[in-house]
């Protein structure tokens, strides 16, 4: 079976992160993986998706001859299935394969919820638009759906309009393997490396430094904290992004702007997860939170906010602390008792790693995605 995965970018996201980890499962199950990108980043995955021996093409960013490229790889490399993640992505794939004998599989990564229209970084009016023009190709152009949670697929078919019957929730899954073991020698090294004292207390957060992640909320509650802990450090590893020049203008003015460190894209998450001793995630809208889910394999304390994908995806709230979106008090609060509190912490952090291990190791999510392809491969042309 020949699959070619359709995708924005191979950069430094969830979903380029997730599909760069799926590959070898496939390979592995006899399916043979192509690699059609629309712009080409310096930061992520796209040299090592490329090393591994996988054809990647970047067809460019102007619309039309993304949708001729993408069609003439199409036509060349003959695909059984078409798999689209992210939104460009997702309706120029489609486009280029309306016609072909490829059957088309969409990956649902993210919610269309009133949540997004709080990031400022979003405009409203683009945003209907391109729901409307999603939604269109979505439903006359794709096959099947796959969700990464049940919140997003219930977004889809809500916000969308497709159908529930074509939606199969197949959950992230994160490899054990590359983020290794959070051993006292790797934390002690680690923390040398950085320039940390043994005995500072590390938050870490990581993602991309957008409105949706809650990374105003998050300085703020640190910043509080730092003031009344002295040996507090925040870590921060992502590109960055929209919300980046507030997040450094309010840093330099907060007085504590040493212990607020941006560490910009990093490949090393399972190392600074090492290092940590609370995770914070406090998203405003989030799809699966696959680095949530780095944090539970690596069982270290997290603390993220009560929104519906995380409520999902932690079995509502196992293993870890909740806190109301936006809220910078009640992450301090939510953070400082787990500093506070090292046995009751890791206590959580354990509870959090058995989920992980019941439901997001990267086999069980390998296992889902193969399936869902033979299943679409072997259902009559659209």
């Known amino acids: 079976m020949r699959v070619m995965h359709v995708i924005d970018s191979l950069g430094a996201g969830g979903a380029e992160q997730s599909l760069f980890e799926l590959l070898p499962g496939l390979r592995a199950a006899g399916v043979e993986s192509s690699v059609v990108c629309l712009i080409r980043r310096t930061a992520g995955v796209h040299d090592a998706v490329v090393e591994a021996g996988y054809p990647v093409l970047v067809v460019g960013a102007d619309r039309i001859r993304a949708v001729r490229a993408i069609r003439r790889e199409i036509r060349r490399r003959r695909p059984d299935i078409v798999h689209t993640s992210v939104y460009e992505a997702d309706v120029l794939g489609r486009l280029a394969a309306a016609g072909t004998p490829a059957k088309v599989l969409t990956s649902l990564v993210n919610t269309y919820g009133s949540i997004r229209l709080a990031d400022p970084s979003i405009d409203r009016r683009k945003l209907a638009a391109a729901r409307a023009v999603e939604g269109f190709t979505a439903r006359h152009l794709t096959d099947r759906f796959h969700a990464v949670s049940a919140t997003v697929k219930a977004s889809a078919v809500t916000e969308l309009r497709i159908d529930p019957a074509a939606v199969t929730v197949v959950e992230r899954g994160r490899n054990l393997s590359r983020l290794g073991e959070a051993t006292p020698a790797r934390r002690a090294a680690v923390r040398g490396q950085l320039g940390l004292p043994e005995n500072a207390e590390v938050v870490l957060h990581v993602g991309r430094q957008d409105p949706r992640k809650g990374l105003l909320t998050l300085l703020e509650a640190m910043i509080e904290l730092a003031r009344e802990r002295p040996r507090l450090v925040l870590l921060q590893a992502g590109r960055e992004g929209a919300a980046t020049d507030v997040l450094l203008q309010l840093a330099g003015s907060s007085g504590v702007a040493d212990r607020l460190r941006f560490l910009g894209h990093r490949t090393d998450i399972g190392s600074l997860l090492a290092a940590a001793d609370v995770f914070a995630f406090p998203s405003v809208s989030e ?86 392809f033979r299943d679409l491969a072997a259902e009559g042309s659209h």
Do not use: C, N, W
């Open 287 to 372: 799809g699966g939170g696959g680095s949530l889910l780095e944090a539970m394999a690596m069982s270290v304390p997290a603390v993220t906010t009560d929104i519906a994908a995380m409520l999902d995806v932690t079995d509502g709230g196992e293993g870890v602390a909740l806190v109301p979106v936006g809220d910078a008090a009640a992450l301090a609060r939510a953070v400082g008792d787990y500093l506070d509190d090292p046995a009751r912490a890791a206590e959580q952090a354990a509870r959090a790693h058995k989920l992980f291990l019941d439901r997001f190791t990267l086999e069980r999510s390998v296992a889902g995605m193969v399936q869902l």
